[in-house]
C-alpha cells in the first residue's frame, strides 16, 4: 500500500487554507468546550456538561476523525463524512438536551 505524501510547499493553496480553518474552528471549539466545563465544575450544572460535549463533538471530533480515518483506517471519504456528520449529529443532540433536557 503506497500513500500519496503531500510536502506543505507543494500543497495547493486552497487545500492548506481548508486544513488551516479546520484546525481553527477545532482550536476554538476547544477553548468554548473546555470554558462550558469550567461552568460545569464551578456551578454543578448538569446542562453545561452536556452542552461541553455537545461543543467537543461538534468541533474537535469531526477534525479528528477526519486525520484519524484517513491517515490510519482507510482514505476512503465516504467512511470519514459518514463518522464526521455522526459526530456532528450527536454533537448538536448534546447541546439540544442541554438547552431543553431535565437535569
Known amino acids: 500500500m503506497t500513500q500519496n505524501v503531500v510536502r506543505l510547499d507543494e500543497a495547493p493553496l486552497f487545500e492548506v487554507l481548508t ?10 471549539g476547544t477553548i468554548i468546550a473546555y470554558q462550558a ?14 452542552l461541553s460535549v455537545g461543543l467537543l463533538l461538534l468541533t474537535v471530533c469531526p477534525f479528528l476523525i477526519n486525520v484519524f480515518v484517513t491517515t ?7 467512511v470519514t463524512v459518514f463518522l464526521e456528520n455522526v459526530s456532528r449529529l450527536l454533537g448538536l443532540l448534546s447541546i439540544m438536551y442541554s438547552l431543553y433536557g431535565r437535569h
Open 19 to 28: 486544513v488551516a480553518s479546520l484546525f481553527l474552528v477545532a482550536l476554538v
Open 72 to 78: 490510519v483506517i482507510s482514505p476512503s471519504q465516504v
Open 37 to 50: 466545563f469550567r461552568g460545569y465544575r464551578r456551578n454543578d450544572s448538569r446542562s453545561m456538561l452536556y
